[in-house]
């Protein structure tokens, strides 16, 4: 059971667009940073997001991230094929003095 | 620009010690900006974040796998390392070494993610 929760599956059409939820608690999302990452088949992940919004370079701005309270969210438009992908949701648990991965969300672009 | 690659046996007897090695390439591990860490992922399941550790020394472990994880450094050589005892057929997995960004801000929130990682290596354990 992961610390984070986020739902083991979304779908969407190409072009359009899908949210990813990741909720938590005080200890985690509510008072410290959110991250996400892309994890395509048979690779490793890749960081796509970095303090709740911040994108590394390299990323298109087509990938978003926000968070309210002890919830975030990834937020990608015009959906491509190329995105279907497993999601991942991670931040740093004060309580545990250890990082935290959500269980994962995998995309499938219809 | 900055490389992980992981190394190790990839088969371990039950109740044996898994050892792996992280080696950096392009950048020093000694960087003070950044932590060093290991994430694994059973087969068809999900990360779990298993510790990280600062080029002095200090580390941080999952508390599910704090009893038999040990993450050490050496800066000599570049590279830190995995040790996780006493294994079971529950940790086959992919494993990975990572570079994490780790601090607090002012209001004391935690930023920690992991923006280098390398590439994988699959430990199997079966006798």
């Known amino acids: 059971q992961s610390v984070l929760t986020q739902p083991p599956s979304v779908s969407a059409a190409p072009g359009q667009k899908v949210t990813i939820s990741c909720s938590g608690s005080s200890s985690n999302i509510g008072n410290n940073y959110v991250s996400w990452y892309q994890q395509l088949p048979g690779t490793a992940p890749k960081l796509l997001i970095y303090?709740?919004?911040k994108r590394p370079s390299g990323i298109p701005d087509r990938f978003s991230g926000s968070k309210s309270g002890t919830s975030a969210t990834l937020g990608i438009t015009g959906l491509q094929t190329g995105d279907e992908a497993d999601y991942y949701c991670?931040?740093?648990?004060?309580?545990?003095?250890?990082?935290?991965f959500g269980g994962g969300t995998k995309l499938t672009v219809l | 620009q900055l490389q992980l690659q992981e190394s190790g046996p990839g088969l371990v007897k039950p109740s044996e010690t898994l050892s792996l090695t992280c080696t950096v390439s392009g950048g020093s591990i000694s960087s003070s900006s950044y932590y060093w860490g290991w994430i694994r992922q059973p087969p068809g399941r999900g990360l779990e974040w298993i510790g990280t550790?600062?080029?002095?020394?200090?580390?941080y472990y999952n508390p599910s796998l704090r009893s038999r994880v040990t993450i050490s450094v050496d800066t000599s050589k570049n590279q830190f390392s995995l040790r996780l005892s006493s294994v079971t057929a529950a940790d086959t997995a992919v494993y990975y070494c990572?570079?994490?960004?780790?601090?607090?801000?002012?209001?004391?929130?935690?930023?920690?993610?992991?923006?280098?990682w390398g590439k994988g290596t699959t430990v199997t354990v079966s006798s």
């Open positions: 550790i600062y080029y002095s020394g200090g580390t």
């Open positions: 303090d709740n919004n």
């Open positions: 991670g931040t740093w648990d004060t309580s545990l003095s250890a990082g935290v």
């Open positions: 990572a570079r994490g960004a780790r601090g607090a801000n002012y209001l004391g929130y935690y930023y920690y993610y992991m923006d280098v």
